[in-house]
């Protein structure tokens, strides 16, 4: 099974690719799109679209693109999107989110969790920059360790990885402001994790004995593994909501 495969099969039961609970999705939409509540929303690395059907179904006379490099987490996103009778107000594109270009900049901006399509958070808010329109805001999710990352961290999750203050710093350097956030609770955290590896875990026993089964049991125990013994003590998540500078 591919990496993407076990991924989108991991994530079925969260409310979103993030350790976000469902209040907290809610609260920080509403928080970005009511400034422009008929405006263009765009997420870079949308996966299933699971954020854009949820602003679209929260506001009527929105639109939204997605850009994503996974075509079968697209396909899911079109029937969810379907399914929310959202599907004509939203337009999801399989490319690089590095490659995504537009003629008309959007009024909000999501980018969750994705930083890393980017090459880290610095190319992410150079990249972001100019597709948002005079006003426009970017929610952003991105990791952090809870004080000095140690080597075993760094291994795991790249050298970019740095503390809550080192991600304001890049912030400020690059010229941009955070004028909403929401740091993920040890709640929010843990059921992210019980929810990525019980769902991996549940499909799998539902599976004949084979390849797809081993493998997604040994993946789900790996990261339950490295979740309790290498990183749940320190691993944290904020998401900003963030406008440029001029």
Not at 19 to 44: A, C, I, N, T
Not at 90 to 98: A, E, K, Y
Not at 181 to 193: A, I, K, P, Q, V
């Given at each position: 099974?591919?990496?993407?495969?076990?991924?989108?099969?991991?994530?079925?039961?969260?409310?979103?690719?993030?350790?976000?609970?469902?209040?907290?999705?809610?609260?920080?939409?509403?928080?970005?799109?009511?400034?422009?509540?008929?405006?263009?929303?765009?997420?870079?690395?949308?996966?299933?679209?699971?954020w854009l059907v949820r602003?679209?179904?929260?506001?009527?006379?929105?639109?939204?693109?997605?850009?994503?490099?996974?075509?079968?987490?697209?396909?899911?996103?079109?029937?969810?999107?379907?399914?929310?009778?959202?599907?004509?107000?939203?337009?999801?594109?399989?490319?690089?989110?590095?490659?995504?270009?537009?003629?008309?900049?959007?009024?909000?901006?999501?980018?969750?969790?994705?930083?890393?399509?980017?090459?880290?958070?610095?190319?992410?808010?150079?990249?972001?920059?100019?597709?948002?329109?005079?006003?426009?805001?970017?929610?952003?999710?991105?990791?952090?360790?809870?004080?000095?990352?140690?080597?075993?961290?760094?291994?795991?999750?790249?050298?970019?990885?740095?503390?809550?203050?080192?991600?304001?710093?890049?912030?400020?350097?690059?010229?941009?402001?955070?004028?909403?956030?929401h740091t993920s609770t040890?709640?929010?955290?843990?059921?992210?994790?019980?929810?990525?590896?019980?769902?991996?875990?549940?499909?799998?026993?539902?599976?004949?004995?084979?390849?797809?089964?081993?493998?997604?049991?040994?993946?789900?125990?790996?990261?339950?593994?490295?979740?309790?013994?290498?990183?749940?003590?320190?691993?944290?998540?904020?998401?900003?909501l963030l406008r440029p500078?001029?």
């Amino acid at each position: 099974m591919e990496r993407q495969t076990i991924g989108r099969i991991a994530h079925r039961d969260h409310p979103v690719a993030a350790p976000l609970s469902d209040e907290s999705v809610r609260r920080l939409l509403e928080h970005q799109l009511r400034r422009r509540p008929e405006g263009r929303v765009l997420d870079l690395g949308c996966g299933e679209a699971a954020w854009l059907v949820r602003a679209l179904s929260m506001y009527p006379d929105l639109h939204a693109i997605g850009v994503d490099a996974n075509p079968d987490a697209l396909e899911d996103g079109r029937r969810t999107a379907e399914r929310a009778g959202v599907a004509r107000r939203i337009g999801l594109h399989h490319t690089d989110v590095r490659d995504f270009r537009t003629n008309e900049p959007f009024d909000s901006v999501l980018s969750v969790g994705a930083t890393y399509a980017f090459g880290g958070l610095l190319p992410t808010l150079e990249a972001v920059r100019p597709l948002l329109a005079p006003g426009g805001t970017l929610l952003l999710g991105e990791s952090y360790w809870d004080g000095q990352p140690p080597d075993h961290a760094r291994e795991f999750f790249g050298d970019g990885l740095t503390d809550l203050a080192g991600v304001l710093t890049t912030l400020r350097t690059a010229d941009w402001w955070p004028i909403a956030g929401h740091t993920s609770t040890r709640e929010e955290l843990d059921t992210y994790e019980w929810s990525w590896t019980g769902t991996l875990t549940d499909w799998a026993l539902d599976q004949p004995p084979g390849p797809d089964r081993d493998q997604a049991l040994d993946a789900a125990t790996r990261h339950r593994d490295q979740w309790l013994n290498e990183y749940r003590a320190g691993f944290g998540f904020v998401t900003l909501l963030l406008r440029p500078g001029d």
